[in-house]
């Protein structure tokens, strides 16, 4: 409980500076003792730590492009995330984090499988009112009446974190994902990602690249490059429309696979699965997920992934479109 309170006091007084922190991979020594902040803004220490002359730490990330601070792990600290001064000591290693090397076609063998998840957000929202994503949607936002990207995984399902180390495994999968480091995108990415993943408000993006992009065997520009391009498919098709034109009145089943065929080809429907949650006296619809199989490349066609992978159960048999705001 003290750690997700301090969790939250983090996302408060760093929201405005995280987008624009700078991935590193290397440690920072020491040369004298200097406070081990959890806000440069606002000069927070909690335990009053510091860094020792001569100890080495591990490096998350810089503050900016031209830094004036560290982010550092401090083992025994409460968060182990702080910011420490340039000037205190000596960057070692410090390069920016290298991306993964670039895809190469597999020669012969299984095509690669996927599963690509979305949300709907106002449903998600109806049971997770307090993330900042919930606090700040509105009628007029594009998750209102968009699909969100929940993610993009490389199956099987077992094949997450990826060369990862294990204290980013842990801060994962218990939900300190502001603890991850920073996924470094470019500016237009950014803002494209920023729109069809509310979920970067809690830095979902952090969590869904440590668990599942590692695995993906690209950037994580191209990761999230493929992504985002799947989803504008889909945003901009027969499906999203169906959503859209029935907000607040029940969907079938029946009727979200037959406009995945009218969108994307005969059957296509077949591979995917809605996903339904109560709320209250009703059930709502929460998400989609899309079976996908093929190589994903910037000029993959989401129809022929789709019609590529094997039929899948359908989930729920029917749910309410969940308007904006809680119901």
Same mark, same amino acid.
């Given at each position: 409980m003290v750690r997700t309170i301090l969790s939250l006091l983090l996302l408060a007084v760093m929201g405005a500076s995280v987008r624009a922190e700078v991935p590193l991979d290397g440690t920072f020594t020491a040369q004298r003792t200097c406070p081990a902040l959890q806000s440069i803004n606002?000069?927070?220490?909690p335990g009053d730590i510091t860094v020792s002359p001569g100890a080495t730490y591990r490096v998350i990330a810089a503050n900016k492009a031209q830094a004036t601070h560290y982010w550092i792990v401090v083992h025994g600290a409460q968060p182990d995330r702080r910011w420490v001064a340039v000037e205190c000591g000596s960057l070692d290693g410090g390069t920016a984090s290298m991306p993964a090397p670039p895809r190469q076609p597999p020669a012969s063998g299984p095509k690669p499988r996927y599963t690509m998840a979305v949300s709907w957000q106002p449903a998600f929202c109806e049971a997770h009112t307090r993330t900042p994503e919930c !606090? +700040?949607?509105t009628p007029g936002r594009?998750?209102?009446?968009?699909?969100s990207l929940h993610g993009l995984w490389p199956e099987p399902f077992e094949n997450v974190f990826c060369d990862v180390p294990a204290d980013q495994v842990r801060d994962s999968e218990d939900?300190?994902?502001e603890y991850l480091p920073p996924v470094a995108?470019?500016?237009r990415l !950014? +803002?494209?990602l920023d729109q069809v993943m509310p979920g970067t408000r809690s830095q979902l993006e952090r969590h869904e690249w440590t668990k599942h992009g590692t695995c993906y065997g690209a950037s994580q520009e191209q990761y999230f490059t493929d992504a985002v391009a799947l989803m504008s498919a889909l945003n901009s098709s027969?499906?999203?429309n169906l959503f859209a034109a029935n907000i607040g009145r029940q969907l079938s089943?029946?009727?979200v696979r037959s406009a995945f065929d009218a969108a994307f080809g005969s059957g296509t429907g077949q591979r995917v699965s809605m996903d339904c949650e109560r709320d209250g006296d009703r059930f709502v619809i929460s998400e989609l997920t899309i079976s996908l199989v093929g190589p994903i490349t910037p000029d993959a066609d989401l129809a022929e992934l789709t019609a590529a992978a094997r039929p899948t159960d359908g989930g729920c048999n029917i749910g309410t479109v969940d308007p904006a705001g809680l119901q």
């Open positions: 606002r000069q927070t220490n !606090r +700040s949607q594009f998750d209102a009446t968009h699909f939900g300190y994902w995108l470019s500016a !950014r +803002s494209a027969r499906v999203a089943q029946r009727q």
